[in-house]
Structure formats: C-alpha cells, structure tokens
C-alpha cells in the first residue's frame, strides 16, 4: 500500500554576508572541500532522481541557485550553518516533501540539550505575524492576539526571510510553511538561526494599535516540550452534542485520530473530524461509520481535515465510496524520471555514491497503480449534504482528498483556507533518504509525482475553499459553518 506523503534572490545575498551563528548543538565545523562536495552529490541525486525539480522553477533558475549556493562555501561553516543553505535551494523547487534534514547524530544532541526560546507562538495572517499562545507563565506585558513588529532589532520581513524560505512548500504557496510556522517551527528555526538569545527585544502592536517594546526572558527548555502540536489533535467541540470516538490507529497510541459528534440541538447534522488517513481497520470504521449516519438520518455532514497531514490513498478511496454518487478517479496518474527498483538496489548498496548513481538511467516514464484507477461508490452511499472543511495543514493525501471529491462532486461546500498541498498534484508516492557522504546530513526525496484530477491549469497553489474563514486556531469555526446550513 503506497503512502502520500509539508523568494527573492536576497536572502542569498544576505546569508553571504554574515555567517549564521553557531548553534551549541552543531559542534561540528565542516571545511569547504567537505561542504562542496556534498552540495554537488546533492545536485546530481536531484537531477538524476527529483520527479519536479523543474515544475515549478527553470532550469536556468535551479542552475543558478545550485552554483550561487556552492559559491558560499569557502570558509568553514558549522552544520546549521550549512543545512540552511542547503534547504534554502531545496525550497526553491517547490516540494514539500523535498527537505534536507540534520544528520542524525545532530538530532540526538539537539533532543537531549535544552535550548533559549521565545516565550511565545505565532499565527499569520495577512502576511503579519502575531502571538497565537503564551507559553509558560502569562506575562501580563503582552497578549496573544498582539502584532509582533520585531523581534531583537529583526522586522517581520527580515524574520520572513531567514526562517520561512528555510521551509518546503508545494508550489509557490505559502499555505503549508505558515502552518508549520505556526505549529512550532517559527519557535524552532528562530532559535537554530539565534542561539543562545537569553532575552528579546520585542515590539508589539498592541490592540489600540500602539507600539509597545517589551523585553521579555526566553524559555529555557527542550524543543519538543515548545513544539506547539495542540492544533493537530482532535478538540472537544464546544456544541452541544454527543460524541463518539475511535483510535484505531497503532502508530498513534495517545492520540485520537477520528471523531464523530452528532448534535443534540441539530439532530440532522453530524461533524466528523479526521486527523490523519492512517487507521487501521477503515474498511470496518467506514461501514460503521455511514450505518449510524443513515439510522439517524443525518442530512448535513460536516467533514474536518484541518491539519490532516495525509496518509493512505486506499483509506483514501474507500472513503470516497460513500461520498461520491458516480463512478470517480481519486488520483489521474504518477511519473517519475528514475526506475524505482533499480534506485533502491542502488540505495541498498554500502556505499552508495555518484559513479553508482551515474549509472541509473534518467527517464520520464508514467505508472497507473489500483489507486489511479476508476472507482464506483457504494450503494449505500451518504445521499446528504457534505461539508468540508481543510486549511494549510490539510497536506499530501488529504490534500488530494479535498481535490477529488470537491472536483467531482461539485456540490460539496466547502469551508477554511487553502490547502497546504498543490491543488495539482503534489510528489510523493515513494520517499527515500539519502545521506550526503562528507557531512551526513540528509535528503529527504519523494521518486513520483502524482497528478490530482483537478483539470484545472497548474497554479502552482492549493486549493482554495468556497467559503474563507480566517482562523484555524480559535475555534468558532464550526458555527460560522452551521449558520450557512439551511
């Protein structure tokens, strides 16, 4: 069973003119000939094996980013120093599934050590930052809600350059790196990039919209215990309702993965959340599930895959079964450019290098697999109204979700923001690491590309809902969908 798996040239004029701090779990320095090296292995295994290294950027484009970014490392620089380089030009090709990721020996240290952080998280909206939660002990000299101006002399814009490029994204959205940003990755890139910051300088816009300097101390703390994962759990709705809830997903021991609520108040509309395609008996949940909704004759049903990171395209389809009222296509087709048995045997190998990987034949070629296949609902398919709600987080699988039943049964409504995964299509299918042979850091490398069944032209963006509701972390967002049921 497959798994589907989340700018302007001067920020590289930027990062060449001032080294990048070093972080105090990056003890390693690495010499110019090391990072060179594997900035060029990095570029082959990309041009060699990358299904959309030029989908959404030239070639004359990537080509200049990989020899500017090779231009740089002609001093010693520390791993952090190196990994954002190196992720920058990964971002630029527009693949959230694309990422260079720290070697491993940098994770473990980076786990067990405790770090400075900000006192606080983010959201975006409009392009501006604000505080989205305090963290820790509430500090009545600030709120959340409040617009963050600077943060140590550093405007929003500069804040923007240096941590969002140095995450993958589809397309040329910003969809899917704002909602890791605001997850907890703003706190964990700021603090890589500023080490040791003990206190911030931080200018506020206040609620009257005046500027407010506050100095605030940093939190000192480990990484995970800041990570901000309350927004992809499964909330208590605040209606008045019944709930039912299933975990059936091994993997997530401590988690709920799907929800169901039918309401006391408005006993024809059920809402069913969805954290991620990745439990186990779906086919057994399913029928469950659409049993109970025709016992109660459930008219509306209120579909949540808000910060649904994907999973299963089978979950996937089976899913859609019940949905659709005609035959459908889940996804159109996937290609990539390299044959994938003969990149893992290449991959399986000790010492895998690039006079091995030379000799891998580069190749467009296109593969249907059961899941590009068409497919016919059930008979006793859901015969309401369904509502479905998605937002930057909703990526890879669930991403194409949303795609196939909004493009195939128009009248679904739908509600939120636009989705973190293309609307097009996104790469996936089969994701390999690859460790870089000098540094061991790694690349994180999808072989295919799969193309949704939008027959829209690429946009090079998500999807976009039928009705925009701003928030995703203050929850209201549930009665701002019933007021519009009839």
Not at 274 to 291: A, P, R, V
Request: charged content about 20%; overall charge positive; aromatic content about 12%.
């Amino acid at each position: 069973m497959r798994v589907l798996l989340l700018i302007s040239l001067l920020l590289i004029s930027a990062l060449s003119k001032a080294q990048l701090p070093v972080n105090p779990s990056s003890p390693r320095v690495f010499t110019p000939d090391q990072m060179i090296s594997d900035c060029k292995y990095l570029r082959t295994v990309l041009e060699k094996a990358h299904p959309s290294l030029y989908r959404y950027a030239t070639k004359d484009s990537m080509d200049y980013y990989f020899d500017k970014t090779l231009s740089k490392f002609d001093h010693p620089m520390s791993e952090v120093e190196y990994w954002c380089h190196l992720q920058y030009l990964v971002a630029k090709i527009g693949s959230g599934h694309t990422q260079v990721l720290f070697s491993q020996s940098f994770e473990n240290n980076y786990n067990q050590d405790t770090h400075y952080v900000l006192p606080f998280g983010v959201y975006i909206k409009d392009n501006k930052l604000y505080v989205k939660r305090l963290i820790g002990k509430i500090d009545t000299a600030f709120f959340s809600g409040y617009q963050i101006i600077s943060v140590n002399g550093e405007n929003k814009q500069q804040l923007f350059r240096k941590i969002r490029t140095l995450i993958s994204g589809d397309g040329r959205s910003y969809s899917y790196k704002n909602y890791e940003l605001e997850i907890g990755e703003f706190n964990r890139l700021y603090e890589l990039t500023h080490p040791s910051e003990t206190e911030f300088s931080v200018l506020f816009k206040t609620f009257s919209r005046k500027d407010k300097l506050v100095t605030l101390a940093a939190r000192l703390e480990k990484y995970h215990s800041n990570k901000d994962t309350s927004t992809s759990q499964l909330i208590n709705l605040p209606l008045n309702g019944i709930h039912y809830t299933n975990n059936l997903d091994n993997n997530l021991p401590d988690s709920l993965v799907h929800r169901i609520t039918y309401l006391k108040d408005k006993p024809s509309i059920a809402i069913l959340q969805i954290k991620s395609f990745t439990y186990t008996d779906y086919l057994s949940f399913h029928k469950e599930l659409f049993k109970n909704l025709h016992q109660r004759n459930i008219k509306d049903l209120i579909i949540d895959i808000r910060n649904n990171g994907g999973g299963s395209d089978y979950i996937c389809i089976d899913f859609l079964k019940y949905l659709m009222n005609d035959s459908f296509y889940f996804t159109k087709k996937d290609e990539g450019v390299v044959d994938l048995k003969a990149f893992n045997l290449w991959l399986s190998r000790k010492e895998a290098d690039t006079i091995n990987l030379s000799k891998i034949e580069h190749k467009s070629y296109t593969i249907i697999y059961d899941a590009n296949k068409l497919n016919k609902p059930y008979k006793d398919n859901f015969k309401g109204r369904i509502h479905l709600l998605f937002n930057g987080g909703t990526y890879s699988a669930a991403s194409l979700f949303a795609v196939a039943l909004k493009t195939q049964q128009p009248s679904t409504n739908t509600y939120g923001s636009e989705t973190g995964g293309g609307q097009a299509g996104c790469d996936g299918g089969e994701i390999v690491k690859i460790k870089l042979p000098r540094t061991s850091l790694q690349l994180r490398l999808p072989l295919l590309w799969t193309y949704s069944v939008c027959t829209d032209a690429n946009q090079a963006k998500g999807l976009i809902p039928d009705h925009l509701i701003s928030s995703n972390w203050i929850d209201y967002t549930y009665r701002s969908v019933l007021t519009q049921i009839p």
